[in-house]
Each structure stands twice: as structure tokens, then as C-alpha cells.
């Protein structure tokens, strides 16, 4: 038998995707990326974006006219909020959260399904993060650290999608990321909404983020097999020193940090709930490139949030030119039902926020290719993960997760580091030549 998921969101639902993937596995069903050839249709979604939710709609709608033809059971999870859940009830034939993964084979045998190698039970197939992930790339992973958020945004569904933060015991992420070390992984990313709250729930019982740093960098020191290790997402208010000092200190933590600012305005800020102050993010950029001035600044945007006035948005523009950022994702603002300021009129239109979105991509564009002209010249390690879109040249990322394109003589597989002279930039992109592994 053979199932289909679409996978919708952030990388947290990513993550979820694989183990999902080990508990089909583990039935004896194949993957397909043909729908029409699935028997089980499923889908991990996103409330967080109504764009996302509009595309599970799409979805169901299509897969129940097929069932007018031959037997199929659909199922939805991820982040999905109370009014969307008891809507999919109605359309889906199975609706749970991602923690209950792990109960999937029980609840399909209730449709009378029987796989070759027999359904396995939730007691069997153990806890959610119990559940080995079966990862889609072989050199690139995501490990989650934490699950929910306590933050809670005003723009944001998360905190009641995926509940309060946990932490998952750092035993078992030391454990999986050794695993993926030893099995030759270059590139491996914690995952979490707010990663750097990690352990905040469990004071004095769990190390803190920083301490969970410092032990991932003490794996990289003793391995053979060198990897780059990221992280994402942090939130403003808990970006310690410490971790940045740590970050420092050892070479497999990577020198990179996506930051979300999400406005350069106080006012919006607060209204936002983010619980910091363009002097707190200025302090902690500050820091960064005094302890790492080689490391990229990546950030995330909002425009056009409820009451962002013409001066609002230009302190934010502002923001953005003074500390230089080498990626930003800017997201024109759109309300979503839960997040607080759904209640709040949105009186902004569609066509000014993606006036505003223009501007400040104009601007990020700028800085990120400013960063980039430094770097022509310079001998850079880089992670090759594929080839050009023409297939003229390789394609990989450097460390600082810039886009690079370069030429070689030599064939090199995706997943293997390389040294690369970086001969131009085009814009927030290198362009480079093949100079040694």
C-alpha cells in the first residue's frame, strides 16, 4: 500500500515529516509523490498562514471526489488551530496533533487496514521524539529541541497550535546528533520556535541552550568528520552572551544567526508583544559582530502590521540599513483567527504592503550584496548541495548560508565541503571557482 503527505510550513513541520515517514515505514507502506497513486492521503499544515490553510482546502476538497472512485482515508496534523481543527473534522478522516504521531497505526486499523508487515501499536512505536526520524536528505538534518511557545506574539497562532515550550531532554539530542556526526551529516539545524528558551522550562533538571551549545561543540572538537551546526529560531529577549561566546569559541557551531527583528519601531514592537526595545536587538548585533564580525545576520519582517503608520514603517527602513542584513524574509501582514490582533482592524491595504515589502527588500538586497563584495578574493569553505538550475555549475552554501555558484573540472558530490575562490557577487549570491577539497 502507499501513502502521500504534503508537507506545509516552517522546518519545525519538516522535521515532523520524517518521523511520520519512519511510522509508514515501519506498516509497510511506500512513499509516492503521485497522489493518485496513494491509498492514505495526508497532510501536515500550517494555521499559521492562511495561504497554507487555503492550499489544505484545495486539497480536500479534490481528494473526497476521489473517493467517489476507489477507497482512500485522508488524515491532517500540524499546527492547527481550534477553529480550523473542528473544520477539517467534518472533511478529514482523521484529524490529530503531531504529538500522537506515534498512535497512527492504531488509529488506521480502525478503518480495517492490513499492511505485509501488520500494523504496529502506539505502545510499540513509543513517544513522539522516541520515534527515529527518516531524514530526506543524506547530509543535511533537523533536530528538534523543543516543541510550542510561550511568547505569545500577537500576530502569531503557534502558542495555540503547539501549546507551552518543552524541551526535549538534551540527552537525546546529543544522542541523535552524534548519530547523524557519525553518519558522515555536514550540515544539522536545532529546531524550535524559540530555540533559545531551550531548558528555561526546566531549571537546574535540563542544561541551558548555551550549555547545549557548548556540548554539541565539544562533539565537533573530538569528530573526525567535520559539520556545521545551526539554529533556529531565536527570539530577541533570550539571545544571551553567553550563547554568542560560545558560538565563538567552537568551529562546527556556525557563524551564522537568523534574528527576527519583525519591526524596527518600539511602538509596533510593543503592540507586537515582542517584549523588547530596538536598543535590546542593537545591543545583541553589537555583540555579534564583536564576537563574530565574520558571521551573516539573518532576520524576519512584517509589514503593514495593524497600526504600522508611515513613520512606523520608516524606522523600520532605517532599522534595516543600520545593521545590515545578508537574508530577510518580510511578510506582508495578514490576521489570522486565535493570534490576538485578529481582533484588531487591519486597515492597511494590500497594495501598501507590498509597497513596503519592496522597499525593504531594496534594502536588504543592498546590504547583503555590500557583505558580499568583501568577500571576492577570499578563499571560502563551502557545503555543495547540488548544481545550477542551467547544470552548468555546481551549486552549494557557505558557511554563512550564502548562496554560491562555482566551476570544477572535478565531479563533487552534494554533501562534500570544498574550498572555493570567490571571483564576483550578483547581488545577495557569489560566484566562484574550485580551488581544493
Known sequence: MKYYVLTLGCHMNMSDSERLTTVFTNMGFTRTEQEEEADILGIIACSVRQKAIDKVYSRIHLWNKW???KSLITFV???????DRKKFLKTFDLVFETNDIAGLPEMISQYGVVTPTGLKGHHEQGEFWDINPSYDSKYEAFI????????FCTYCAVPYTRGREVSRPSSEILEELKCLVDKGYKSITLLGQNVNSYGLDKKGEELSFAGLLEEIGKIGE???DPFWLYFTSPHPRDMTRDVLETMAQYKCLAKQIHLPLQSGDNEILQKMNRNHTLADYRKIVTNIREL???ATLFTDIIVGFTG????????????MEEIGYNMAFIACYSPRPGAVSSRWDDKITMDEKKRRLHVLSDVFIKSAGRFNEKLIGKTLPVLVTGTSRDGSRLAGLTEGKINIQFSSDKEIKPGSFVNVRVSGSTGISLQGEFSGE
Do not use: V, W, Y
Open 292 to 294: 563574530m564580525p565574520e
Open 144 to 151: 528538534p529541541i523543543q516543541n510550542g511557545c510561550d511568547k
Open 77 to 83: 496534523t500540524g499546527c492547527l488551530l481550534d477553529d
Open 67 to 69: 473517493k467517489k472512485d
Open 222 to 224: 573530538a569528530s573526525d
Open 308 to 319: 504600522e503608520e508611515g513613520d512606523h514603517f520608516e524606522n523600520t527602513r532605517r532599522a
